[in-house]
């Protein structure tokens, strides 16, 4: 993974939405979540200077949380057993450790039921990192407008899951092409999983994950595909494309990443471009009918309540890309999966395991 040198993030404005929708991008405050809470998360860390080697007995506290830890002999620290409600608890992290600058991190939510992850980086310079909340509107990509669907390359009817993704990092959430970057190379499957939780929320239903993560991952892939959306790279880190934030993971989103990575998601020969709002009706207003997805939605069919038909993610992405087709990517970076398809008869969908014959007698 690309190490990354200071930066500040800064929230997407959004917030008001989602807390309007549902209540789940925006933690009560700290008393009232802690009161509310049933549940518990954990928060995991690795901390590393800059060439990649472990810094053991740095300092990890949260105030907030009440919480304080010195990382071991590999960089590592864990904190388990976190209160947090169902929406999440936002915390202010800090590591601190002689002869680096400070790193801090705001507004990470700790999740019950899930961990989060961070990988901390410390250098000379001090660091001060603002997460936004999941952004649930991505019509804001001003950077530029979205290509047309690509042909996929030299017209290959199986292509494999790109090594790499070239990143325009500014370290700033919001679409800005006049602000300063670096083109970082940064492994693929570690760029998906360090956009989902900033695209879709962390806590929702594992179904609209999986749907999340096969939208990211195609809104990314297709852009490689054609040689980038940008003169030097494939995507920018902000809501120009999808933001992008190499300290913050999760579990749950790691989870989801895995379990599609090795689907692709192609309409007549071509890779499909992966649209998608936060509401359907935003959709429909970009004139994106048929190629778009709605995050709102995928939340709603995984639950399966508020008039929408229960669906899984394969179904979901089958509905909103018309037409689409899901097929096994057989040599990618990673491991396989099984997919079925219903209640197999006559040696369909499934799978057989020969044993040993009897030896009788």
Partial sequence: MSRHLARTWFGVGCAALLATIAGLAVAPPPDEALAQSATTGSVQGSVVDSAGAPVPGALVRSTGLGLTAS?????????????????????????????????????????????????????????????????????????????????????????????????????????????????????????????????????????????????????????????????????????CDQVYIPSVSYASTNRAVDFTWNWRLTKDGALVLGSYRALYSQCVDAGKVGRCIAQWDTYYHALGNNGYDKLTWDEMLYRYYVGSLLTPVWDPPGGFSLRYYGNGWGDIDRVKIPTSPSSGG
């Fill in 71 to 239: 990382t071991n002999a590999s960089g590592r620290f864990t904190w388990s057993g976190v209160p947090a409600p169902a929406n999440g608890i936002p915390a202010t992290i800090e590591v601190l450790a002689d002869g680096f600058g400070s790193w801090t991190i705001r507004d990470v939510l700790v999740v019950p039921n899930d961990t989060l992850l961070l990988e901390v980086e410390l250098g000379a310079d001090p660091v001060d990192i603002q997460v936004p909340p999941p952004r649930s509107d991505t019509s804001s990509q001003t950077g530029g407008p979205e290509m047309a669907q690509a042909a996929v390359l030299g017209g290959a009817t199986d292509p494999p899951i790109p090594a790499a993704i070239r990143v325009r990092v500014t370290g700033y959430a919001y679409c800005d092409t006049s602000l300063p970057y670096t083109v970082q190379v940064v492994d693929f499957k570690d760029y998906v999983k360090h956009v989902l939780p900033n695209e879709w929320i962390s806590s929702w239903p594992r179904e609209a994950l999986r749907a999340g993560a096969m939208a990211a991952k195609m809104y990314a892939w297709t852009y490689i595909s054609i040689g980038g959306k940008w003169s030097d790279a494939d995507v920018y880190d902000s809501t």
